[in-house]
C-alpha cells in the first residue's frame, strides 16, 4: 500500500481485511463488563469527552483544508443510525459537517453508473461527511431485491450473480482507494443489530405513541429478508474492508455503548491526521501588524 494513504485506527470491532470475518461470529452486544447501569452512565460520559474533542478538531479539519472525513453507515432498520449520527456529531460546526441520506434513485441517476450519485456527494476537503445509506446499497439491497437491479438497465450481456457483486465490490474498492489518496479518510460502520432487538425497537415503534411516526411496515418486509441480507453483509464487509477504507462491525443492542465506539473511533481518527492550524508567512504576519497599528489609531 502507498504511504501517502492515511491508515484509520485499530479497534476490536475492526473487520479484517484478509477476508475471514463471519457475521455469525461478530458480537451484537457490548462486553459483559461494559452492561448495566453504571456502564451506561460511564458510556454517556466518554461519549460527551468524546464530542467535546470532535468537535475541536474538526475545526483544526476545516482550517487545514487538507483532508476530508467521510463517514458511512449501513445497518438493518432500526438499528439506531440517526441517533448515532446526531450523538456522534452534535458538537461539530454545521458549517463543517455535510449529511447525505440516499434514497431510491431517480431516473436520472439510474442513467449514470452505480458510483455516479455518490460521488456528487462526497465532502469538500476541511469538512465532515456523513453517508446514512451509501454507495453499499448496491450491493445489499439491490443484491436482495432482484428488481432493483433491472431497473438499472445494464448492458446486455451482462455479468450477474456472484460475478456481477465481485465486481462492484471491486469497483468500490478502486472508487475508495483513488479517494483515500486524494485526502479523504473513510470510515464505515456496520451497526450490528440483533434480529431479536430489532424485534423489541420495531414493537416499540408501535407500542409508543411518540414513536408512531418512525414505524414503517416496509420494515418488517425487509425484516423477513433478513437471512440474505445477512448474507450480503458478510460479503460485502469481508471484501470491501481495506487498510485504507476499513469497516467497523459495531455492536448495536446497546446504543450508548454503540455511540462511544462510533465516537471513539472518528476521534482517534481526526487525532491520527495530526492536524495543525495553517502557518501564516512573514510577509503576512508583517501585514497583519501593520493594519492592526491602523485599526488602534482610529
Known sequence: MSRILF???????QVSTDGSF???KAPTKPPVGARGDEAKKDNQK???EHVKVISELQALLYAADRHSVLLVFQAMDAAG???TIR???SGVNPAGCQVQSFKSPSSRELDHDFLWRISQALPERGRIGVFNRS???????VRVHAAYLEAQNLPSPRASGP????QRHESINEFEKHLARNGTVILKFFLNVSKEEQRERLLARIDEPDSNWKFDPGDLRERAMWGEYMKAFEDTLRTTSTPWAPWYAIPADDKAFMRREVARIVRVTL???KLKFPKVSEERLAEMQRLRTLLLEE
Open 7 to 13: 491508515t484509520p485506527p485499530a479497534s476490536d470491532y
Open 22 to 24: 463471519r457475521i455469525r
Open 46 to 48: 466518554a461519549l460527551k
Open 81 to 83: 443510525k440517526d441517533g
Open 87 to 89: 450523538a456522534v456529531l
Open 135 to 141: 454507495h453499499y446499497e448496491e450491493v445489499l439491497a
Open 163 to 166: 460475478a456481477l457483486w465481485k
Open 271 to 273: 487525532e491520527g491526521l
